[in-house]
């Protein structure tokens, strides 16, 4: 099988493999190309990928001749013109707000693997893009917090006197929560946290931060481990908690999410106009609406008060050399998966990490879930 790793489009900085990664798979039997220049921004010259005995070539060349073409983000609908039927493709397509992009996909006749819609069972985690992207995006939130607040983190006692700790206040305790939250204890910050899943209470208790309960959250077993839309009295109660809480905080950093849908808003405008003027708040959920009424994803806006609200969806493109080792680490378990001892590609439509990752078959969207949010 011929890989073809594809350069980003600025300003993503990462690329879907390192040369260690690269390496890995020649090992596997596997021929690997790339578009001149894929790894440059994340620190990885074209030299040493032709070490590890990759070739480099056109970004026409990947999209034609490479059996997988692999990327952090989706191809331009453009690039699709060069792809032939038949072929494969691995990237996050962020399939759910993507419907164009799913369609001519489909209609392009592309096998599309999308490495965000992975099943997150057990034998997928070491594939799962979203988790090790969300690590990223949480300790960055709470040093870019640190980095912009104008007091400092830790409590310091000194001959001038008595610093008390930052506040930092943290909605949802997913993956990139509890990163922020024991972020934020590392730099000796009081943390406090919000979710609806009760089963983070006690990961968020073992990290040393405070996790405040808001009765009646709705919890779906279904939902494979997610949050699922709450009620409307639930959303009050929770807003006025939450309102509480921000006030007396110096740091609000937003991570959460509902997949697939748009995100809850939590913090309203009229709670950060009553929060101290100075503070910072990191929404990462930017991209689906925000956390926060005032996020703007890519913008920092200064309430009327002087608060910070900096929307920022793609953090971990800003610390690209471990982002993207660890997102080639996932692309490689997952390659793993579908080439066999010659390295040939073989796609195992019974295994359901491969079934439940491909979004486009044949010219068909074959993701139920994909299709079903996209009313298709
Ligand atoms: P996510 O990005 O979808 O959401 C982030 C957090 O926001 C979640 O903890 C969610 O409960 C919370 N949230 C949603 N609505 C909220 C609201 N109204 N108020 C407060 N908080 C709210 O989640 P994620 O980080 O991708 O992962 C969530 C869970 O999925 C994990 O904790 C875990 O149980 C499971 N998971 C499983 C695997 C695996 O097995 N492969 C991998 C990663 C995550």
């Known amino acids: 099988m011929i890989l073809g790793i594809l350069k980003e489009k600025s300003p993503e900085l990462r690329v879907a493999l390192l040369p260690e990664t690269v390496s890995a798979l020649i090992k596997l039997k596997v021929t690997v190309i790339l578009e001149q220049g894929a790894g440059i921004s994340a620190f990885a010259a074209d030299s040493a990928y032709e070490e590890v005995g990759a070739s480099m070539v056109s970004r026409q060349v990947v999209l034609h001749t490479a059996d997988l073409v692999v990327g952090i983000h989706a191809p331009d609908e453009a690039d699709l013109a060069d792809m032939k039927v038949g072929q494969s493709l691995l990237c996050a397509l962020n399939p759910y707000f993507n419907a164009s992009l799913v369609q001519n996909l489909a209609k392009a006749k592309i096998t599309a693997f999308s490495m965000d819609v992975i099943p997150r069972t057990s034998r997928a985690q070491a594939m799962d893009i979203l988790s090790s992207m969300a690590t990223v995006a949480g300790y960055k939130a709470v040093l870019t917090a640190a980095n912009t607040l104008p007091k400092f983190f830790p409590m310091f006692m000194t001959a001038a006197g008595t610093i008390t700790p930052a506040k930092v206040l943290i909605l949802g305790a997913g993956v990139a929560g509890l990163q922020a939250v024991a972020t934020s204890r590392k730099l000796g910050a009081v943390v ?138 996932n692309i490689f378990n997952f390659t793993k998966l579908i080439v066999d001892e010659h390295g040939k590609l073989v796609l195992n439509w019974s295994d359901d990490i491969v079934k439940g990752t491909a979004v486009t078959h044949q010219g068909e969207i074959v993701h139920e879930r994909v299709k079903a949010a996209l009313n298709l």
Not at 208 to 236: I, L, N, P, R, T
Not at 258 to 266: F, Q, R
């Open 192 to 329: 406090e946290v919000f979710d609806v899943r009760a089963a983070v209470k006690e990961e968020v208790m073992g990290l040393g931060a405070k996790f405040v309960d808001v009765e009646g959250a709705a919890d779906d077993k279904s939902a494979g481990g997610y949050a699922v839309e709450q009620d409307e009295a639930f959303k009050q109660r929770q807003a006025q908690a939450i309102h509480d809480h921000a006030v007396k905080s110096d740091v609000v950093i937003c991570t959460a999410q509902i997949p697939g849908k748009t995100a809850p808003l939590l913090l309203r405008t009229a709670t950060v106009e009553t929060m101290k003027a100075g503070s910072v708040i990191i929404d990462l959920a930017a991209s689906t609406g925000g956390n926060c009424e005032l996020s703007k994803d890519g913008k920092t806006v200064v309430s009327v008060n002087g608060v910070k609200v900096i929307g920022n969806s793609a953090l971990a493109t800003e610390m690209p050399t471990d982002a993207s080792r660890m997102f080639g680490k």
